[in-house]
């Protein structure tokens, strides 16, 4: 597996430490002995652990690098180059419940002038890489990573467009499969959740007209056309309906 998400994914986590952070040539070779497995005769110390498990994330070995990160943040919560290279390893992997444990550890952990910018940071990676689902076509699986998300973090208001967004895509699919009720219910959770988004509205009427519930069809169209009045979408719609 590739473990190297996208550019614009990453680009806001290595904004704030990328040209901070320097390798020494001594702790280089440490990490590439240790990496081969070479005895070592005393315990690492925590930034020696967090650049061997860098340099095991970069040489596709996630599950040691976590290993090493882990016990590295152990040592010293305040590692912030150890979230960083947790949440890619969860994001990479898929492992959206992880991806909400390392962000609320670094939550937890992270203090001081700069913790804002850091945590903003993580935030945005994982902004990133629900929009990157929703344009693959994984409305589930971004739905599941938006809520981690949320449970963490519930003042984003970015994460809070995407969950109505992951929503609405996730009623769409299961509309698709003919599951009508289950994706009425994503589609009024999407209303609940942004209440100005008239796609959710008409997506809602359409399927509730397939479902034979007629009126209350109407009733969301009425609903959307508060919103705008002039939507073309909404009114030929009513025109549609109030003709059955």
Known sequence: MDYALPMQTLSSLFAYHGARRVRSVALATLCLFIGAGTAMPSPLAPEALLERGIARFEA???????????????????????????????????????????????????????????????????????????????????????????????????????????????????????KTSEAIERFREAIRRTPQELAAYLDLARALFSNGRLSEALRALRDALRIDPENRDARDMMKGLTRV
């Not at 809070?160 to 698709?176: D, F, I």
Request: net charge neutral; hydrophobic share 45%; proline share 4%.
């Open 60 to 178: 596709g070995q996630p599950g040691a690098a976590k290993r090493d990160l882990d016990a590295a943040l152990a040592a010293d919560p305040t590692l912030w180059d150890g979230y960083v290279t947790l949440l890619r390893i969860d994001l990479a992997q898929g492992d959206w419940p992880g991806a909400g444990r390392t962000l609320r550890r670094a939550l937890g952990a992270l203090t001081g002038p700069e913790t804002r910018r850091q945590i903003q940071a993580l935030i945005d990676a994982l902004v990133a890489r629900v929009q990157a689902l929703l344009r693959e076509h994984r409305p589930a699986e971004a739905l599941a990573l938006v809520r981690e998300a949320l449970s963490s973090v519930s003042e984003s208001k970015a994460l809070h467009k995407l969950y109505g967004e992951a929503l609405m895509a996730r009623g769409r699919e299961l509309l698709a499969e003919g």
